[in-house]
């Protein structure tokens, strides 16, 4: 059973009278364990797309399926639980909550699971040292302390730390430099080795060529798709801290 | 999603935001300290001023004129002639009445050396002392020979001595009352409360009216009743000796007034209670802009923090979590607040207990009214922020900038 699927989807904006399409009549669907990248030129609806994806926008019209689960039948309730059980979101902005410590950033979705106060702590420092963070070096940071990829791997490690099967990530790299890109990128693979389903909205191509299955888009719709029989593996060649 | 969690998020960003916190806890502390001081001083002064009635006398009656009636118009109350002499003798001869005392009181000048003191002289016979329960503190009181005689002998309140003698003992010495030389004989033990009862010098009613007044009528006459038991009684028989010593025919209204402790302090009891009231509702009025400063801050804090919302509810944060977690930012803005408040309603009336001499105790019921009206308070107009919070839709907080 696909992972995602979407029928048919638009979105459209009420401006001056006319709606504005910012996604039309869009139809995909994305199987457990791809590793997708959607490319297009700004403003052609990729974030929109993206938060339609991960249940965090409804849709004008058409339906949206996270692993067959139909969006439209659910509660805000119900949303809210699948948000967080099967989604991951990757900011480029990174949107950690300033003055508090790494690890109780990436604790936030397991507070919201319901998950005991012991078992959050434990849990947040392991995503940490999956993402390459010494848990008690850099858990008890806060982001200020932290350089652009310290603070998206802790970003990272709060979407993963519910092991969602699903991680969305737009733009994931654009505050980043080429090292830390390298970084991210590796990191955002050994996930996808290990069974994770990645869609990452990027308009660099040299992102793109990092996965298998690449999507372009322009003005709101998919004007074409290919797939990478070879993608390009990142190297995590230095351990950074 | 658990409380202690919840706090810890809310108590955060109190620290992050430290003076707004305190701008925002300031209403509810004013509001909160305001009921506190005002309902412990009004408990104390409420029971000093009863204290300082009870210690009239319980088994005091007190008659004053009534108001005369000059065609059709009102001359208020006291402004008849209505009491006598004669009244007096009568009253002294009911069964139930233990002492009469027939009261007049004027102003005059007191000298003393160079000392020129503007007083009360009150005039009125032995059994003053006896029906108002006057202790002396040093001296004596004038006796029935020297009523009977219209001596010049006077006995002095603490205020007046003090302002005419210092710390002098005045028993002994001879002042000039409006040019009249009288010898002081005795001093009053202080009376407590206001001085108005310590700033006056009492003679012979004999001597005042010969002397200063020149009227015969009294202007009060106290009455004490045998006992507690008898006062109703004594009353009844009072004013029943008065109407037939004034002539009064059936349907025709009292001429007098009998005032007794009950009276006093049932009156008291009214204008209290009415001040308490009024107190309370400026308090209530500061709790409630308390309240509306905390709906400002939220509502402003919400904006702040749109982008923090949306963050929460992409992680899987329900609506409900939302609003809980503004709910309980308002509602620990009403208990800090209300803590804080009630110190300093506390440390306010203490100060004020010690400027005045009252014995100021907390008034607990206040205390904590005011507790759970600010938390209250803080939860009520928390509502609409934290809907507002929770309403927010995720991509709108989240592009947000
Ligand atoms: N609330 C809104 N009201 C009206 N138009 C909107 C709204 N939100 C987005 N849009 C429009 O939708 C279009 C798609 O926006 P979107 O952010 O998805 O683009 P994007 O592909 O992510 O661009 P970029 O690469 O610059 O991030 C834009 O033209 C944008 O102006
Ligand atoms: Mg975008």
Known sequence: ?241 | MNLLKTTQTALRSFAQNPLRTFLTLLGVIIGVGAVVALMSVGNATTASVTQRIEGLGTNLLVVTPGQVTQGGISQGLGSAQSLTMSDVTALQQLSDVSAVAPDQTTRAQVVYGDTNYQTTLEGSTPDLFDVRNLELSAGRPFNLVEEQNAANVAVIGTTAAENIFGNANPVGRTVWINGISFQIIGELASQGGTTVNDDRLIVPLSTLQRRFTGSSNPSTIYVSAVSADQMQQAQTDVELTLRRQHGLSFGESDDFVITNQATILSTLQGVTQALQSFLGGIAGISLLVGGIGIMNIMLVSVTERTREIGLRKALGATRGAILRQFLIESGLVGLIGGVIGILFGWVGATIYGRVTGTAVTLNVDAVWIAFVVAVVVGLVFGIYPAVRASRLSPIHALRYE
């Open chain 1, 1 to 241: 059973m696909a992972i995602l699927r979407l029928e048919r989807v638009s979105k459209w904006y009420e401006t001056a009278g006319e709606p504005f399409y910012a996604v039309r009549d869009v139809s995909l669907t994305v199987e457990p364990g791809e590793f997708v990248a959607i490319t297009g030129p700004s403003g052609s609806g990729k974030s929109t797309m993206m938060h339609l994806m991960g249940l965090l926008d409804v849709p004008s019209s058409g339906e949206v399926w996270i692993d067959g689960v139909q969006a439209s039948h659910l509660s805000d309730r119900e949303l809210a639980r699948l948000r967080n059980q099967k989604v991951g979101f990757v900011f480029q902005s990174f949107h950690l909550l300033p003055r508090t410590a790494a690890w109780e950033n990436v604790a936030l979705p397991l507070m919201y699971a319901g998950v005991r106060a012991a078992e959050q702590r434990q849990r947040a420092m392991e995503a940490l040292r999956r993402v390459g963070l010494d848990p008690e070096a850099k858990g008890y940071h806060h982001p200020n302390q932290l350089s652009g990829g310290q603070q998206q791997r802790v970003a990272i490690a709060r979407a993963i730390v519910t092991r969602p099967a699903l991680l969305l990530a737009d733009e994931p790299t654009g505050n980043l430099d080429s090292r830390s890109t390298e970084e991210i990128l590796a990191l955002f693979q050994s996930l996808n080795d290990e069974g994770v389903t990645v869609v990452i909205v990027t308009h660099e191509p040299y992102v793109a060529q990092h996965a298998r299955r690449v999507i372009r888009f322009a003005d709101g719709r998919i004007v074409g798709e290919e797939i990478n029989e070879h993608p390009l593996r990142a190297e995590l060649a230095e351990v950074a801290r």
